[in-house]
Nanobody, 118 residues
């Protein structure tokens, strides 16, 4: 099972960007899905999370600006980023708690770079 993130790029401050992350391979279900980010010199931080039944949580720094959602197939997660700021510049990673026939484990996507210019 793999998670593949996409949608990063260069955006001007105040603009919008949507990140996507899709799971592929054999699995039974995906429970929580999350977006993390890591800026140079900083620790990785949780940006947003969503449960399988749609409950959402956000970091204070992105509340009101970012929206996390899941596709109807339940194996895709999105991060809609509005009113972006230069401090949102980071590598964004998606994660998923993936249940297979054998085990449940947390998987990470490969990361996608978001750069916000001022």
């Amino acid at each position: 099972v793999q998670l593949q993130a996409s949608g990063g790029g260069l955006v001007q401050a105040g603009g919008s960007l949507t990140l996507s992350c899709a799971a592929s391979g054999m699995f039974v279900s995906i429970n929580n899905m999350e977006w993390y980010r890591q800026a140079p010199g900083n620790q990785r931080e949780l940006v947003a999370s969503i449960t399988s039944d749609g409950r959402r949580n956000y970091a204070d720094s992105v509340k009101g600006r970012f929206t996390i959602s899941r596709g109807n197939d339940k194996k895709t997660v999105y991060l809609q980023m509005n009113s972006v700021k230069p401090e949102d510049t980071a590598v964004y990673y998606c994660t998923g708690e993936v249940t297979s026939l054998i085990t449940t484990r947390m998987l990470w996507g490969q990361g996608t770079q978001v750069t916000v210019s001022s």
